[in-house]
């Protein structure tokens, strides 16, 4: 079994519509939660970042943890056709992070 | 402010080659990580360097190995080079005030 698990879709879904994506994962350790988004031929980007459990947003994107649970979700408020990438969740500690797989998603214009 | 530089960004080698990769970190940051993405496995970490010790290292085999410079540019080789090497690598440097990852473009290999 993989340290973190997430569904690699796709995913495809109308603009303007809630993208919810999610992933768990194993090791208790882990300290840093983060979402990194991914275009095609580009290096992932850095989109949400925390350390506790609770919800954390920032403009269109909230950030969810629930350590008791070892879940993580992302969601993505009305969507746009630019938000299609991949997306990638991410966790670890002070050396390394473990990653998903990785969700494509696609917003249809 | 320039951001991670990776170079090169492609090569073709085939097998039983060998292969180094440079990254060029955010000036000023001194930790560079590799990962290697591959559609398959995701992005599976390599190993990280600091001020020029490797302080971790993942599940690869020797045949994968790095090295940091007093500048903080870091390279990692490949040796003896199989088709399954075939991927991008990735590497980040990392913000030590509070660890943010700064990933580069990558080097997509491939192995013919």
């Known amino acids: 079994q993989k340290e973190v698990e997430q569904d690699p879709g796709p995913l495809s879904v109308p603009e303007g519509a809630i993208v919810s994506l999610n992933c768990t994962y194993s090791n208790s350790a882990f300290q840093y939660f983060m979402w990194y988004r991914q275009y095609s031929r580009k290096g992932p980007e850095l989109l949400m970042y925390?350390?506790?459990?609770g919800n954390k947003e920032d403009g269109r994107f909230t950030a969810q943890v629930d350590k008791s649970s070892k879940y993580i979700s992302l969601f993505i408020r009305d969507s746009q056709p630019s938000d299609s990438a991949t997306y990638l969740c991410a966790m670890g500690d002070d050396y390394k992070l473990s990653f998903g797989a990785g969700t494509t998603v696609t917003v249809r214009a | 402010k320039a951001g991670v530089t990776q170079t090169p960004r492609y090569l073709i080698k085939t097998r039983g080659q060998q292969v180094t990769l440079s990254c060029s970190p955010i000036?000023?940051?001194?930790?560079v990580s590799w990962y290697q993405q591959t559609p398959g496995q995701g992005l599976q970490f390599l190993f990280e360097y600091f001020s020029e010790t490797q302080r971790n290292k993942g599940n690869f085999p020797g045949r994968f190995s790095g090295r940091q410079f007093s500048n903080s540019r870091s390279e990692m080789n490949v040796s003896t080079l199989e088709l399954g090497d075939s991927a991008l690598y990735l590497c980040a440097s990392r913000r030590e005030t509070d660890g943010e990852l700064f990933f580069g473009e990558g080097s997509r290999l491939t192995v013919l």
């Open positions: 925390t350390y506790s459990s």
């Open positions: 000036s000023g940051h001194r930790s």
